[in-house]
């Protein structure tokens, strides 16, 4: 059995430990707030600037002349995994980086794979692998703005329309609530024209267009791109707010189960060790009467 000072000093180690894990559990709480608000609003934004490009491009005879809609055979593949910078957020990353590696080994294997890493711990992983990495977007966590987010996506997007890469996919934990974060495999390029319910094909709106229908979606295209990009990052950004604050308040309640279980060992030892004192200082005193 452990004597008193070894338990209480792991009592004192687990008690600072869930010190720290509910004050990280705090801070992600307030972040997420915030990154949840972020995320809420973009999505409206998004999906109606989508709504508005499929149905102007759909009336366009020149639609299929988009340069980010051209299907190509698949030989050369971006991946984009979106990771976060540190850790401690339980199965967030590793689910990302799981399922980066399964596109590679079902979907594009033999393919000549490049890989942007958004996020440091993308990119801490794929450096040491053997594919083409590109590293100039991984920090974009560290100043999380559209402006920062639109540099990548205008590297994705030349780099489809420049013939570098046929197929542009993005890997990210889309948010659904702070226990949940569903792991989702994107195309992005080329685009894919979402499928439209009959409700929405009879109320289509006839837009007036200036100064041409072209011109509209000559424009449109990559600002609507680059919103889908950053929605995805959003939405990677709350989901990992989300799972760390999961996390941490799973960890200060397996500190508090564990503590339990140190000061009951704590209160058996300190028991077993008056008594063996008492029986000592019993046995001395029978020796004495004795002699």
């Known amino acids: ?20 894990t ?48 051209q299907k190509r055979e698949v030989n050369k593949v971006l991946l984009v995994p979106v990771t976060s910078d540190k850790g401690l957020c339980g199965a ?36 040491k692998r053997e594919f083409t990495l590109i590293d100039q977007f991984y920090g974009v966590f560290s100043d999380l703005s559209f402006d920062v987010v639109r540099e990548a996506a205008e590297y994705a997007m030349k ?4 013939g570098e890469y046929d197929q542009v996919v993005l890997v990210y934990n889309e948010f659904k609530n702070v226990a949940t974060q569903i792991v989702r495999a994107e195309q992005f390029l080329p685009m894919a024209k979402e499928e439209t319910s009959q409700e929405e094909k009879t109320t289509e709106t006839d837009y007036i267009l200036e100064p041409s229908r072209a011109y509209i979606i000559e424009e449109l295209v990559p600002t609507s791109l680059k919103i889908q990009f950053y929605k995805a990052v959003l939405e990677s950004n ?9 996390a941490m308040d799973k960890a200060t309640e397996n500190a508090g ?34 002699s």
């Open 1 to 20: 059995m452990a004597n008193l000072k070894e338990v209480k000093q792991r009592i004192n180690s687990v008690v600072s430990t869930q010190q720290i």
């Open 22 to 69: 509910k004050a990280m559990k705090m801070v992600s709480a307030a972040k997420l707030r915030r990154a949840q608000d972020r995320i809420i609003q973009m999505r409206p934004y998004s999906q109606k600037l989508t709504n508005i490009l499929n149905n102007v491009s759909a009336a366009s005879e020149g639609a299929a002349d988009i340069v980010y809609a």
């Open 92 to 127: 967030f990353n590793s689910n990302i980086i799981k399922a980066t590696n399964a596109a590679i080994r079902e979907q594009f294997e033999g393919k000549d794979i490049s890989i942007l890493p958004i996020g440091k711990k993308a990119y801490e992983t794929f450096k």
């Open 159 to 162: 780099g489809f329309a420049a």
């Open 238 to 246: 709350a989901s990992e707010h989300g799972a760390r604050m999961t």
């Open 257 to 290: 189960e564990l503590l339990k279980e140190l000061r009951l060992m704590y209160n058996r030892t300190r028991q077993a060790a008056i008594t063996n004192e008492i029986l000592e200082i019993v046995a001395g005193a029978n020796a004495l009467e004795g």
